[in-house]
């Protein structure tokens, strides 16, 4: 900012006050180029800033979704890891010919040599499925 100048006071015309003014010029110029690069360090330092903030931001939030899906792929493990366990029961099942045989009776009617089958209401296929699957289920159940 300049300062104003009295209109009833005269300047100097001399090498004294020319070197001065001269001076005081140079020095306003000093302190504008000073400014100058300070704010253009400050405006860089602030887009670094900014950029470098945002991709923190940007990576916390994808961690947090690679979280909630880590997460979810836990549930699906831990589910697939009990039907699994249910399926190798089953294999173990299906693998005793007892077993196979009351299943084969049971679901198909099939008998031994000179047996005879009597099918009473609560006998039927569908009665023991279901129980086999309660059973699982309650085996799923007492896991969790």
Do not use: C
């Amino acid at each position: 900012m300049k300062k104003k100048e009295p209109k009833n006071i005269a300047r100097l015309q001399n090498d004294y006050t020319k070197s001065k003014t001269l001076q005081a010029h140079r020095e306003q110029k000093k302190k504008r180029k000073m400014l100058m690069r300070v704010t253009i360090i400050l405006l860089i330092g602030s887009f670094v800033i900014i950029f470098f903030s945002l991709k923190i931001f940007l990576n916390v939030q994808s961690i947090s979704k690679m979280e909630i899906e880590k997460q979810q792929e836990k549930i699906t493990l831990k589910g697939t890891k009990k039907e699994q366990e249910l399926l190798r029961i089953q294999v173990k099942r299906l693998e005793d010919e007892d077993y196979v045989a009351k299943l084969a009776r049971s679901q198909y009617y099939l008998s031994k040599d000179n047996e005879i089958i009597f099918s009473f209401p609560e006998d039927n296929a569908a009665k023991v499925i279901e129980e086999i699957k309660e059973k699982e289920k309650r085996v799923q159940k007492s896991d969790s």
